[in-house]
């Protein structure tokens, strides 16, 4: 990440483990398809903005814009990652 070079990852430091951050909108299951169709035309429109990207970078973040179907795959994902970590550690309930 640009201006961090030197942090190790949680990889780097033997944890099974990869801690994204994810920014998104979340909504109820089963919208209809022009409704998840404007969401990701606005989204994408969003995140294109000089204005957007600029706030991001000027807190050290980076633009990565996921349209829904890309999204949910990658918070899936993350999820299931982080279930697996914590069922082989010592973490309790």
Not at 47 to 65: H, K, M
Not at 84 to 91: H, L, N, P, T, Y
Request: aromatic letters at 10%.
């Amino acid at each position: 990440m640009p201006g961090h070079a030197g942090i190790k990852t949680f990889r780097e430091l033997s944890y099974p483990i990869s801690a994204s951050v994810f920014y998104g909108l979340i909504g109820p299951a089963g919208p209809p398809p022009d409704v998840l169709s404007w969401w990701d035309s606005l989204g994408r429109e969003l995140t294109s903005s000089q204005e957007f990207r600029a706030l991001v970078e000027a807190q050290a973040g980076l633009v990565s814009y996921k349209g829904q179907a890309e999204f949910n795959t990658a918070v899936r994902k993350a999820h299931s990652e982080f279930a697996r970590a914590i069922e082989g550690s010592s973490v309790k309930r």
